[in-house]
């Protein structure tokens, strides 16, 4: 079996490469092409054409690894599974605000090993080993620790399905008078990546599925944050929590009577 920095070594290359493409091909005005859960959950042709260029590469190196990706679902079986969001921040590429990303993570027995997320109008990599530390362009990243809650910049994001919204308002109106601010820059996985970088102090979100944070997550935590759901629980469907320790528990507290997981 590869270790942790092979994993992640190849990774990033093939996070580079779509990266590459993205920047190539996306037009002053890219089109939607179907709309998932609801009208801000969009599919572009280039989301599909990162995802197959993703795969291909995954397939032409490793040809009997499992792939789970946000376009084209779960294919292969084995010990060793890459998840991918071909571009995570779909919404900010469409209007060409500058943050959305490529993450790829590579999962061995069920465990992240290595993650890569390239926020690519920032021509910033991040990328993580278990066990090795989270990094970007040669600087090892800390997250930053001892900020109590009510200094604390915090990001999230709202998942795209209607029925959802109104409940995530509630749970911002009680957040917001509570904390130093709020960020929603519109992908989580650079949001996961904010925290590791010290950019802001943590970041909540409901139910970002396994493409969403599982690259980010590991370099979060490679810099020093927690990551999980409510409870102890994992990160999905429920909420997903980042935070250094301390500031991790204060979040959770405030968020878990607010039964955030109810549907609405
Ligand atoms: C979305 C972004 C957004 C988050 C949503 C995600 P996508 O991913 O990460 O910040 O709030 O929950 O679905 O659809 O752009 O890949």
Redesign the pocket.
């Known amino acids: 079996m590869d270790s942790g920095v092979t994993f992640g070594r190849l990774a990033e290359e093939i996070a580079r490469e779509a990266g590459e493409m993205l920047l190539a091909k996306r037009p002053a005005r890219p089109e939607v092409l179907v709309t998932k859960s609801s009208p801000t959950?969009v599919v572009t042709a280039l989301d599909q054409a990162s995802e197959e260029l993703i795969r291909a590469r995954i397939k032409a190196a490793r040809p009997d690894d499992a792939i789970l990706g946000?376009e084209g679902g779960s294919t292969g079986g084995g010990r060793v599974r890459w998840i991918v969001?071909p571009?995570?921040?779909?919404?900010n590429f469409l209007y060409g605000v500058p943050e959305w990303a490529v993450s790829i993570a590579v999962e061995v027995d069920g465990e992240v090993i290595a993650g890569v997320v390239n926020v690519v109008p920032r021509g910033e990599i991040f990328t993580a080993v278990k066990g090795e530390g989270a990094w970007l362009a040669g600087e090892r990243l800390r997250c930053n620790t001892g900020v109590p809650l009510d200094r604390a910049l915090i990001a999230t994001?709202?998942?795209?399905e209607s029925r959802r919204r109104a409940v995530q308002a509630e749970v911002l109106a009680h957040v917001l008078p509570r904390v130093r601010d709020i960020r929603r820059g519109?992908?989580?996985?650079s949001?996961l990546c904010s925290v590791a970088a010290g950019r802001v102090d943590g970041y909540y979100?409901r139910g970002?599925?396994y493409w969403?944070y599982g690259a980010g997550g590991l370099i979060a935590a490679e810099a020093g944050a927690r990551v999980g759901g409510l409870n102890g629980k994992p990160c999905n469907p429920g909420l997903t929590l980042c935070a250094a320790p301390g500031l991790f528990e204060e979040l959770h507290d405030l968020l878990a009577p607010l039964d955030p997981e109810r549907d609405g």
């Open positions: 959950d946000e969001d571009i995570d921040g779909t919404v994001g709202f998942g795209y519109g992908s989580a996985a949001d979100e970002p599925q969403d």
